[in-house]
């Protein structure tokens, strides 16, 4: 595609890219929404999705930087004109991704329930929680392998494949919710949380098959793996434990606030679930303009274009505070009804209408944080980011929290804290990249 930053060539990215990142969130909320709405322990089974959500979470994000890496690296070398170099590099990133991802299912399987009793799940919650894990984490494999390959596409400069296996995925996953879930009178008895596992994994499966069949039919880019590994395999392993280090910051943030919100009660946990979930999505909606920016960010730096490469960071800035207002603004409009989506329980509703205006307010301050992870993974530069996440998470959100707790504002605490933690996150990153790229775009 053309290297002109203009708002229709981002949007050719971030728009299929949007639409491909919220397949994630949307498993999640489909699961939330439909489990919210059964007539047995409503809450409690919320309450478990939301548990095992927020570490399910953790491992996709943890394992699923593979993306990213992935992702730069063929940018760069696609704007370098190079990218007969490394097209080994991407089956050989799946294979040793799906290989961690079973260990990972053999190492958590027998210990499941002492995980979530690190959550504070008790009685009914922690039973419904390991029911949900021991057959959601089967689709693992299955999500991080179509993870690797929408990372080559993005390489590739194209987000329309992801777009197409993504819509496959969340279409096939609301279907199989309604009818495992609850259902059909006669021919498929209701199967209540068990149901909505069972629908993300086959989901999870079929968008892994649709990934597969793209990838070879689409590009020329092989899928079996091939030995010796790409010299570029290094730079690939360290840009993904520097992001294991980051994720892994993340999700101690993460951790702390699924922990508390469960010690505060089920009507709380569940209204956290309710609200972090909506927060994942708005997330991963901003994800598709993030994406934009690490798409264009890696080939623009392989070109060593720095003047396109800073047009193309102050635009995202604009665009990004532009649909940070516009999620505020919707989420206010339907603040009511988003609640009355998830759970008809008064006591829920009452606890996340109490804390969902903070989830808005933070909308344009995540959007640039998020923005500028996608530029800084484009341009490879994993350590940095890992350096500001580390900073944000230990010396800025846990203090908070700790702080608002003690206070006893309970969610309200959780949220305030992610907020400052978000702020924390998104200014280092556009100071130290404009400090890097505006003298040498001047010079460009």
């Given at each position: ?26 498993l ?5 929404a439909?489990?919210?709405n ?9 309450a ?13 994000w ?17 704007g370098?004109n190079k990218?007969e170099?490394?097209k ?5 990133a ?11 299912i053999?190492?958590t399987y ?8 690190l ?5 009914l919650i922690l ?5 949900y894990?021991k057959?959601?984490v ?34 096939s ?5 309604i ?12 199967m ?6 069972y ?14 069949f793209?990838?070879l039919k689409k590009?020329?880019i ?12 290094k730079?690939?392993?360290?840009m ?11 999700n ?8 508390y919100?469960?010690?505060?009660g ?9 609200a972090?979930n909506?927060w994942f999505?708005?997330?991963f909606?901003v ?8 798409i ?10 720095y ?5 193309l ?6 665009y ?21 989506i ?16 903070i ?8 959007t640039?944080?998020f ?18 996440l580390?900073?944000?998470?230990f ?6 929290l ?22 924390a996150?998104?200014?280092?990153l ?15």
């Open positions: 595609m053309s290297t002109t930053i203009s708002l229709k060539n981002i949007n050719k990215l971030a728009i299929p890219a949007l639409i491909s990142g919220v397949s994630e969130p949307i999640s909320l489909t699961d939330a439909i489990v919210g059964i007539s047995i322990n409503a809450t409690e089974a919320l478990a999705v939301g548990i095992v959500t927020t570490f399910m979470s953790m491992l996709i943890v394992l699923g930087q593979t993306r990213s890496a992935v992702s730069s690296i063929v940018s760069q070398y696609v370098a990218l170099k490394i080994n590099l991407p089956s050989q799946i294979f040793i991704i799906t290989s961690l991802s079973i260990l990972i053999i190492s027998p210990i499941t329930k002492h995980i979530f009793k959550y504070n799940a008790t009685d039973d419904y929680s390991v029911i894990y057959i959601r089967l689709g693992f494999p299955f999500t991080l392998f179509t993870i690797a390959v929408f990372g080559a596409f993005r390489g590739l400069q194209n987000t329309y494949y992801p777009m197409i296996i993504a819509i496959i995925g969340a279409a996953n609301i279907v199989l919710d009818i495992l879930v609850y259902g059909i009178e006669g021919y498929i008895d209701p209540h949380i068990e149901g909505a596992a629908a993300s994994v086959l989901a999870q499966i079929l968008m892994a098959g649709c990934s597969a793209f990838l590009t020329t092989p899928l079996k793996p091939s030995f010796p590994f790409n010299p570029e395999i730079r690939f392993l360290l993904i434990l520097n992001l294991f280090i980051r994720t892994i910051a993340l101690v943030t993460l951790y702390f606030a699924s922990a919100a469960t010690s505060y089920p009507e709380y946990i569940a209204a956290y679930t309710i972090i909506l999505l708005g997330a909606i994800d598709g303009y993030a994406s934009a920016g690490n264009l960010s890696g080939k623009l730096f392989g070109a060593k274009d003047s396109n490469l800073l047009q960071s102050n635009k995202l800035i604009k990004g505070v532009i649909i940070g207002i516009i999620l505020g603004l919707l989420g206010a409009i339907f603040y009511y009804p988003i609640g009355r998830f759970t008809k329980e008064h006591e829920v509703l009452n606890a996340f209408y109490a804390i969902f205006w989830v808005l307010i933070m909308q344009p301050l995540c640039l944080a923005i500028f992870d996608g530029i800084f993974k484009g341009l490879g530069k994993m350590k940095y980011l890992r350096n500001v580390l900073f944000s998470t010396f800025v959100f846990i203090p908070i700790f702080w608002l707790d003690h206070l006893d504002l309970k969610l309200k605490g959780i949220f305030i804290a992610i907020t400052f933690w978000i702020i996150r998104g200014i280092p556009i100071i130290k990249f404009r400090q890097q790229f505006l003298p040498l775009a001047q010079n460009n």
